[in-house]
């Protein structure tokens, strides 16, 4: 049986990060379809609208189905010209905004990436925080540790990365990850640098079957990507893991969102 395919386009007057955000939500909802995003950011002027609009009704007489399109468009003489497109909309501040402007009896100000705003500390902050994940990522640098609200340990490709960058951008923590390797399994020790910041130390572990076939697709063929030493590995850094005292999860079914919702609940800060 052929899996059905939706294209997904995310339309914005700014960044499209909203509705790209509160698509993936949604979308993860249904398991039986498959989706291919689009993104249409910055369309602020009329030419670039009403050139998205024509692609929008290309791809649906291509497809033989309408997309399905997130939008965010603050301006409404746009926003009523993408509407004309043979598609299906879901319109966040549509959705959103009017039932929002009742309750609080006064109109929204219609400014474009408002909520990204450089005048926004929370943005701000998740800034300061994407560049010092970036800074710290696979142990690159123990600079300034002692800042790090979060440190992720585990072997290479256990989901160190992505989890440390969401965590940074959705929750504007500071996230350092260090991988665990073959030395330290040997020597029976946690990397020298990472014993002043125990308290801060969480573990990622993964199924053996899994990280095989995530590092076969980048090293295939390699000891590195062998299953033996990938069993060899996991089994080392759950031993250390659990020697030190370390909580950790496991990567392998977890989505990024759960796993970071369920670190920030460790830390007490789901609020």
């Known amino acids: 049986m052929t899996t059905p395919k939706r294209t997904i386009i995310y339309v914005s007057d700014g960044t499209g990060i909203t509705a790209e955000t509160l698509g993936h939500g949604l979308l993860a909802q249904f398991d039986g379809t498959e989706f291919r995003p689009m993104r249409f950011p910055f369309l602020d002027s009329e030419e670039k609208v009403r050139d998205c609009l024509a692609r929008i009704n290309e791809l649906s007489r291509i497809e033989g189905v309408r997309p399905i399109v997130i939008l965010t468009q603050t301006n409404q003489e746009f926003s009523a010209i993408l509407h004309q497109a043979d598609a299906f909309f879901i319109d966040l501040f549509e959705a959103f905004i009017a039932p929002l402007e009742q309750e609080l009896g006064s109109q929204y100000n219609r400014a474009v990436g408002r909520s990204h705003g450089h005048a926004n500390p929370e943005y701000n902050s998740r800034i300061a925080a994407m560049n010092f994940a970036l800074a710290h990522d696979d142990g690159v640098s123990d600079t300034d540790l002692k800042s790090a609200d979060i440190i992720l340990v585990g072997v290479s490709r256990s989901g160190k990365t992505p989890t440390s960058l969401y965590l940074s951008l959705q929750f504007s923590l500071k996230a350092a990850n260090y991988p665990l390797i073959p030395e330290d399994f040997e020597r029976g020790d946690l990397p020298s640098r990472l014993h002043p910041y125990r308290s801060k130390l969480f573990g990622l572990t993964i199924a053996p079957e899994q990280l095989h076939r995530i590092r076969s697709d980048r090293r295939p063929n390699s000891k590195y990507a062998s299953l033996e030493n ?27 969102e759960e796993l970071s919702v369920q670190l920030m609940q460790e830390l007490n800060l789901e609020n």
């Open 230 to 256: 990938c069993r060899y590995e996991v089994a080392a850094a759950e031993r250390m893991m659990r020697r030190e005292g370390i909580k950790w999860f496991d990567t392998t079914s977890r989505s990024i």
